[in-house]
């Protein structure tokens, strides 16, 4: 399995809600990442752990909660919230120490706030 | 700030003809540099990288080309085919203890005509 696979594809969601992406990999990859990508920009950084530990958070706004429950599984956590979030929300691994070459993306989960 | 540039919003050539991507980066700590190629609806997919020790890389119809002094990178595709039309990201990474953290440019849209 050479895959990271991200699920769901697309989600709507109000600014009350609570919603989480979910982001999975079985190539034994200790670094894991969340970028975010705005309507023709580039995808940014905002989260990586390493060995299930949050490494770096690139001052994300804590309405963003992400969770690494085993090395395989990546979770964001969402709540309250604002259209400006709307983006394609991209995960992706890679093995820890190896060069960045090496990153495997996700498909995306394509989030619209209403 | 944008630390990695990409001037050109779009590029348009005939098939068979040679694509050349630009790429401009200001950080001086960057020391390793990457191409993706993204089609919409998907996440970013790797296409060759160069090491800032490194002038030059190959693999297949693309090359890379690095000028350190001059802070630029060129992706050359050659021959171009219509397959080849997708978004190509310019991105970069510091070593040390950046946790392998990318820095993209915001993207190129080539369009490779029959």
């Known amino acids: 399995d050479t895959e990271v696979t991200q699920t769901p594809k697309h989600l709507v969601m109000g600014m009350t809600n609570k919603k989480s992406l979910k982001c999975e990999q079985h190539?034994?990859?200790?670094?894991m990442y969340w970028y975010k990508q705005k309507a023709k920009k580039p995808p940014e950084l905002m989260f990586v752990y390493s060995y299930e530990k949050l490494s770096i958070n690139e001052s994300v706004p804590s309405r963003f909660s992400p969770e690494c429950p085993n090395s395989s599984l990546l979770n964001l956590h969402l709540h309250a919230l604002q259209p400006e979030d709307s983006a394609l929300y991209l995960c992706a691994s890679r093995i820890q120490g190896a060069p960045v070459n090496g990153y495997t993306f996700g498909s995306g989960t394509r989030l619209t706030v209403v | 700030d944008q630390q990695v540039k990409q001037n050109s919003p779009s590029l348009s050539v005939q098939e068979g003809r040679i694509s050349i991507l630009n790429c401009d980066y200001t950080?001086?700590?960057?020391?390793?540099f990457l191409w993706y190629k993204k089609y919409p609806a998907e996440g970013p997919t790797f296409l060759i990288s160069?090491?800032?020790?490194?002038d030059k890389n190959e693999d297949g119809r693309f090359t890379v080309f690095l000028n350190k002094s001059a802070k630029h990178l060129s992706l050359h595709i050659v021959p171009s085919q219509p397959g080849d039309s997708a978004v190509y990201f310019c991105a970069a990474s510091a070593g040390g203890t950046s946790y392998g953290k990318l820095t993209f440019g915001q993207g190129t849209i080539l369009t490779v005509h029959p």
């Open positions: 190539m034994g990859h200790r670094a």
């Open positions: 950080n001086s700590m960057f020391d390793y």
């Open positions: 160069i090491s800032s020790i490194k």
